[in-house]
């Protein structure tokens, strides 16, 4: 999967099943971020659910199609949560994403990432300074393809360019607007939109890139029009509900 027209074709093809199926993707994420997550995934075709609650869990997340784990607020009742909703979507086997959100700051972040890690996400959303955080490796060189293969997963590393491996296979695509930085919540949205994939691409690798793939697009269509962070983040929701296989054709850029 690394010409543009296949890469827009796939990530057409998961909007279209999303927005047919609408699948539920359980969301345990940074408390900033949960709006904004719950309407990306709403224009994506998904239905969001947040609840972190101990007594209810495990039944949302048994009855959900994916597991979203963000790590932005690292309290003692997510925590307890996480644990419980992995042990969850285990048992279902459904598929689950590890978004390990500023374990660069904090070692205590770190180490529970790494707990996870080993709980097998089937992806890794992050920047290069989590991603140096978690492996010790260098974002820009081999590591990512040698430790997605080491724990069978799928590292998608995020930033001005995103880059895909599963240890075999290798993308990067090139799309998106800086005006996405600017935005609180906005790495998160992109992980539930990839758990979301993940309900109805079997091919993890495939899903990944479709669903950010299709996140950068709407963002250089978002940013067309609007004047600054604030109408962004209300334009790349509508970018995304709106988008189609002639607009992901036109402007998907993988390598």
């Known amino acids: 999967m690394h010409a543009p027209v296949e890469l827009a074709d796939s990530a057409a093809e998961i909007l279209a099943r999303l ?22 995934l709403l224009a994506a075709g998904a239905v969001p659910s947040m609840t972190i609650a101990s007594e209810e869990i495990v039944s949302f997340v048994a009855s959900a199609d994916a597991l979203l784990v963000n790590l932005g607020t690292f309290d003692a009742d997510r925590r307890a949560a996480i644990d419980a909703a992995i042990g969850a ?26 707990d996870l890690l080993a709980r097998g996400p089937s992806v890794v959303r992050l920047n290069s300074r989590e991603f140096a955080a978690l492996s010790g490796g260098d974002p820009t060189g081999d590591a990512p393809t ?41 790495g998160c949205a992109g992980s539930a939109l990839v758990a979301a994939a993940l309900t109805v691409e079997t091919d993890a690798f495939v899903a990944t890139g479709g669903a950010l793939a299709a996140f950068a697009v709407a963002g250089e269509v978002a940013a067309q029009d609007v004047r600054g962070p604030g109408g962004f983040a209300a334009a790349i929701i509508d970018a995304l509900y709106n988008l189609d296989r002639a607009v992901l054709r036109q402007r998907a850029k993988v390598s």
């Not at 994403?97 to 660069?104: H, M, N, S, T, Y």
Request: aromatic content about 4%; hydrophobic content about 50%; proline content about 6%.
């Open 89 to 114: 979507a285990k048992a279902a086997r459904m598929p689950w994403v590890l978004d390990p959100v500023f374990i660069d700051v904090a070692p205590t972040r770190a180490r529970f990432a790494r």
């Open 19 to 40: 927005r047919a199926r609408a699948p539920r993707v359980h969301c345990i994420t940074n408390s900033v971020a949960q709006q904004y997550t719950a309407n990306v």
């Open 146 to 186: 040698r430790l997605a293969k080491a724990h069978a997963t799928i590292i998608a590393l995020t930033g001005g360019v995103d880059r895909v491996t599963d240890g075999v296979r290798n993308l990067v695509i090139a799309n998106g607007d800086p005006l996405m930085a600017l935005v609180t919540a906005m």
